[in-house]
Every structure is written in C-alpha cells, then in structure tokens.
C-alpha cells in the first residue's frame, strides 16, 4: 500500500515554506524563495527540494497526496499594492458615495485627523454608477428597478475596459429579486466579466460595509481566479487525485472555485492558519490559552487563542478597507528578518516596517543588499551560524552584516557596530512587544496567562526576549516553527460561513419560529456546499452565532450559541448569553432591556482527519549535540560571551539544556537567553520556561 501524504505550501513575501507529513506522523519540512512573479516557479523548486530528500519525484508526491493545500498572498497583495482588476459598482441612485462617506469618519486612529489623507478607492467616481430602485427597510419596494440604467451601466462599463462588476442596493439583504435581475443583464452584457452580488456575498444589513466588501471582493476576484487556474492545472498536471485547497482568513479551507468566488476570503489567509497550529502543538502540554507570533521576513503576524477560541474580526477596516466578512483576528506589523534599520530625522535608531523583502534582501545574503536589517543585526550578534542556513544550502556573509551596520547605524550614532547591532535587535523586539500587548492586554487579556508559541523562520532567535518583555514564562517552539503556518493548513478543516439579516425583537413564537426556519435555510445551502466537496454528513458540523444588541444600541455583539432550537423555554439560555457577552465586552449589561436580533450566522466545517504528532525518541545527554561555541552579545554594552551551539538534529526527547544558548535546527535558529532553560519533548517541541 502506498504511503499517503498531506502537503501544505505557504507562499510568504520572501520564502515559500513546505510541509509534508504522512498518516504516521512523520513531517518534513522545506523553504524555497519566492517568485511572486510566478508562483509556481516557487512551488517547482519546493518539489525538487521534496525529490533531492525523499527520493520521491514530483509527480509521485502529488499523486499519493490526498490533501494538496495552497496559503496564498496573492489577494493581500493586490490590495496592498492596488494592483487589482478595473472595477464598477452598480448601486442605488443616490448613494454612488457612500463607499466615501464611510460612516461619517475616517477609520479609529485617525477618526478625526484632517492631515490624514482618505483612502485610495477601489472604484473612482467615473465607474460608479447609479440606478433607479428602492427598497426600504422592511422589505417592500419603493421603486422598481429601472432595467435601461443597468444596461446603460453595462455600457458604459464595456467602453472603459471594467473586467470586474460589484452590485450593491439599499436593502438588499430583505429584497434580492432586483439584485439578482440587476446580475442577471451584467451577466447576458458582459458574459466575461467578474461579477459580486452584494447580498449573495454579504446578506448582513449596513449598505457601507457590503458595498465595501463587495467592491473588495470584485477587485481581487479576477487576480485571484488567474492565481487559483494556474495552480490548480500545474497540480493536475502532475497528476494530483484531488483538487487543491486554498486556505481562507476565515482559518479554515477552500476549493479554488469557492476561493475564487469569495475572494475577498483570501486577503489575510497567510497568518490565519497560526492559531490552529498554535493549539495543536500546545495540545500535549495541555496549554489552550495561546499566542502565536510569526516573524517571517518581511512581517510579524499575531494571534490569540484563549481557552481554545481564537478570536474571529468583522465588519473591520482592513488596510483602510471595510470588510465584513469573518476573519481571524491578526495583528501584523513590518517587523521581520529583513526588517530594515534606519536613522531617523531626529537621530533615532528605528527598524521598519520597510524590508529588504526576498530581493535583494539582507546585506548578509550576497544578493546585492546593502541596508541593515534585522537578520544582519543577529548574525553580528552571534545568534546566526554565518557559515550557512536552510541546512547549509544558504551561506551568510558576515563581514557584509558587519559593514552595513557600521556605515548606516553605527558611524551616524557613534557607537560601537556591536551596540548598534543590540539596538536594532531591541527596538524590533520592542515593536513586536507592543503588537502583543494590542492583542492581548488591549483587549482585557492577561499574557501571563498564556504560552507563546514561536512560528516564522526569525521568530525563534526573538522568542524569549519577547517572551521576558511580556512577563511570559513559558514558550513552545516546534521543530518545524519555520513552516508552522503551511503545517497549521495540513490540520485545518474546510470551512464555509453562512450569513444572513434577522432584525427582530427576541420575544414571541414568531420570532423564535423564524430565526429557527433561517438557521436551517443556511445550513441546508452549506452541507450541501460540503457534500459536493465530498464529504459526508456524519463529517460536517455546525457552529452558530447571532449578533444582538439592546433595543436603541447602534452596535451589536457577537455570541456563539449551541445548535438547539430557539423556543420560549430555551430563549433564557441564547439571552443569558447576551448579557454575559455584553459584560464583558462592556463591563455591563441590562437584565431588563428589550435585545434585538440583527444578524444569524452559520460555520459549517468539512472535518478532514488530521496527522499525529511526532513521537521522538529519547536521546543521549545534551551535551553530545554540541555543535561548537560562539561569542554572543545579551546586553546593552555590546560584551560577549561564549555560548555553545547545540544541533538540533542530534537532541532527542527529554534532552534539557540551560541558556545562553542557540540550537540550531534546519530551517530556524532557537536562541535562549541567560535565565531560561529548555528541554525537548518527545512531540517535537521545545518547552522553554524563565528560571524562578
């Protein structure tokens, strides 16, 4: 019988990590730079790397796959960059703004700051354009859709080139019939075009937010569907029994099609797969309170999971952007190995967010780089092996790093390249530490109360000053922290959300009756999304949610509830809920207040069968995986000390070693700090705790 394997692969900004692992939990991990150009050209050379270890050729890898998955920033970067497809929007005369008018402000932070300048819109005025309809807020139309108006748009459209189409109408989400006619002339008109349905993608009240998550989604959508086509046929091509799954903000798993039509699901996929992997490489310490920090080469990604519940965003500005849909909570910041050191008109030293990204990248790659980064920092610190990296096949230049750092931080500040290099290392430690306490102490969290756990291949030499500055006192680090996120896909379900608007008082049989028969209209539409996907019915689950709010509130709070029937004797249940929910978002919460019913959702899952931890086997004393020693710099002054270097391929489980220290593992370089110790289990993670 052949062996069967999972594949994941997650295109980062500077390196493209792979990750195999088989049924008996055996998992191979493998970078590759990447080629944003060509994403497949990445995905080639991660395969050849699979064929030089392994001895399996490409075609036999992707054949006995029975899960090939795909993190992508491709979206992210579009919108990023502003790189997307010609849009147009088809909305209700009269409101051709409001995705300009937002709600009255700018975004929090600059809510009120006239300096700063307004977004950069998706759809310029030109290629907005109003129609005669109305619906109002009970359902019933006010005026029918006038059909010529939308023809005339079309029209217009065609002669200026637009390749995607966004609909939104007023009130829409309680009157499809005139979207759904309005999509149907886009469609006959302009067959080739990229169309978004408002209340198909959306169907939540507030016409801001589903406009500006409809115009997202028509942006990215052919950029993502161009993306997914070449990828899905470069696997078909080499033979692959399944389709590809691409992973989504939301946390969970897509086939391109659905990926392609919910594009706006992939915008910030790449970090979102964190959480999952967080929890299951806690799993074995028994830890469900987490934060996973990714410190890759371009950014720092943050998530929290408390009690084994990872915090889910909507109706959010992403990148000065509404969008509505859900999406794991991810904290990102331009702190990264090729973060950037700089002086700046004040004559202080700050590191990022610009990076020296995968081209040239650092100065200590040889490609041509020449400012100092945060790799270049710790390379003269002594943290990074400067003979090679990626298990050799990657030398590091140290007289490069030395020379950047003199001549661009070091000589400007007059300090030794020593002290310079400790102060780049410790202002992007500081940048990082206040990223976490946005995530954690911002948002009613204790991080004492937490485990962090190190993903990315730079977060494992940052992870116990992080860890110092936060008052943590016990790290995980997974032998495969490098690829955490591509490994965080391969133990992902499939996952779909399903939406829709309620607005009603939660009292009466009535109301009970018909948020009962709209939970079960979504969710018939999502398991049978998930049977033709190819799952069975004993393998889908159902999670809901409801927003409610107090009658006269403005805002809503999110609750999760049970799958049970909502009736006169279990109302007190779903309410007891609210209240708790709003207390501790608020601090308070009226027993005696009328709440009202906004929105109903509904996460199906599609469970796939996830891969076993590692079961490593015992090893000789520490002390034996000496690799050699090397002088390290831990303090402000810029003294050294010499510290051995452990290789992480020769400690077994159980093997405990005492900072300062640096084991050196194929893909990632764990520094421990003076004051901590480390010992390996047999799951295949460092446990890092401070010394009492």
């Not at 699979?50 to 054949?63: C, N, Q």
């Not at 805002?555 to 109302?571: G, P, R, S, Y």
């Not at 708790?580 to 207040?593: P, W």
């Amino acid at each position: 019988m052949r062996t069967r394997y999972r594949l994941g692969v997650d295109a980062g900004g500077t390196f493209t990590d792979f990750v195999l692992a088989d049924a008996e939990g055996g998992v191979r991990l493998y970078k590759s730079p990447s080629t944003p150009h060509d994403p497949t050209e990445a995905i080639s050379k991660g395969l050849a790397l699979i064929e030089e270890d392994t001895g399996l050729s490409p075609k036999d890898i992707v054949s006995q796959c029975d899960l090939c998955i795909n993190g992508t920033t491709v979206g992210l970067n579009a919108l990023i960059q502003h790189k997307g497809a010609k849009t147009g929007l088809i909305c209700t005369k009269g409101h051709e703004d409001s995705i300009e008018i937002r709600l009255g402000h700018k975004e929090d932070g600059y809510r009120y700051d006239a300096d700063y300048p307004p977004a950069q819109m998706l759809v310029p005025r030109h290629l907005r354009f109003g129609v005669s309809e109305r619906v109002v807020s009970n359902g019933s139309v006010m005026t029918p859709l006038n059909e010529d108006e939308v023809r005339a748009a079309c029209e217009y459209f065609i002669q200026e080139g637009v390749e995607a189409v966004a609909i939104s109408f007023v009130w829409s989400v309680l009157h499809q019939d005139h979207e759904r006619r309005a999509a149907e002339i886009v469609r006959e008109m302009m067959p080739k075009a990229f169309l978004t349905v408002g209340s198909e993608l959306y169907p939540q009240i507030r016409e801001y937010t589903r406009t500006s998550t409809s115009i997202a989604n028509a942006y990215l959508g052919p950029i993502l569907k161009h993306y997914v086509d070449g990828i899905d046929q470069y696997f078909r091509d080499l033979g692959a029994e399944y389709p590809v799954r691409y992973f989504q903000s939301n946390g969970g798993l897509a086939i391109g099609q659905a990926m392609t039509d919910r594009s706006v699901y992939a915008i910030n996929s790449g970090p979102a797969s964190a959480p999952q992997a967080g929890l299951f490489v806690s799993a074995p310490f028994g830890y469900d309170n987490v934060i996973s920090v990714d410190m890759g080469g371009t950014s720092f990604d943050i998530t929290l999971t408390s009690g084994g519940s990872t915090n889910i965003n909507k109706d959010i500005d992403f990148l000065r952007y509404r969008i509505g849909v859900p999406m794991i909570q991810v904290e990102t910041l331009g702190a990264g190995g090729g973060s950037i050191g700089w002086i700046d008109d004040l004559g202080l030293l700050q590191v990022g967010p610009q990076s020296a990204g995968a081209n040239p990248g650092p100065a200590c790659y040889g490609h041509g780089g020449t400012e100092p980064t945060t790799t270049d920092a710790n390379l003269v610190l002594g943290y990074l092996n400067p003979e090679a990296i990626l298990g050799g096949r990657m030398a590091l230049d140290r007289d490069k790093a030395f020379a950047a750092v003199k001549e661009k931080i070091a000589d400007p500040l007059n300090i030794s390249v020593e002290r310079a290099a400790y102060g780049m290392f410790t202002i992007v430690n500081n940048n990082m530490v206040n990223g976490i306490r946005r995530v954690s102490v911002e948002r009613g969290y204790d991080p004492r109360d937490f485990v962090l756990v190190a993903a990315g291949g730079a977060g494992s030499a940052h992870i116990t000053a992080l860890a110092k500055e936060m008052g943590i006192n016990t790290v995980l680090v997974p032998k495969l922290a490098s690829g955490l996120c591509a490994f965080g896909q391969i133990i992902s379900d499939v996952k779909y959300n399903y939406m829709a608007t309620c607005p009603l008082r939660l009292e009466g049989d009535e109301a009970y009756k018909h948020i009962n028969d709209t939970y079960a209209q979504i969710e018939a539409e999502g398991i049978e999304h998930l049977e033709d996907d190819g799952f069975e019915r004993d393998r889908i689950d159902v999670k809901r949610s409801i927003d409610m709010r107090y009658v006269g509130q403005i805002h809503e709070c999110t609750v999760e509830i049970d799958t049970f029937e909502i009736n006169a004797d279990t109302v007190s249940k779903l309410k007891d809920g609210f209240h708790a929910k709003h207390e501790q978002l608020y601090t308070y919460s009226e027993k005696n207040t009328p709440i009202e019913v906004v929105n109903l959702e509904s996460t199906l899952y599609g469970r796939v069968d996830r891969p076993v931890l590692p079961d490593l086997d015992a090893g000789d004393d520490a002390s034996k995986a000496i690799r050699t020693h090397r002088d390290m710099i831990f303090s402000p002054d810029g003294s050294s000390v010499s510290a051995p270097v452990y290789d992480g391929e020769k400690l077994g489980a159980g093997a405990e070693l005492a900072g300062p220290a640096v084991i050196e593992e194929i893909t990632t370089t764990i520094v421990i700090e003076p004051g901590w110790h480390a010992s390996l289990h047999k799951s295949g993670s460092y446990i890092l705790k401070r010394n009492n």
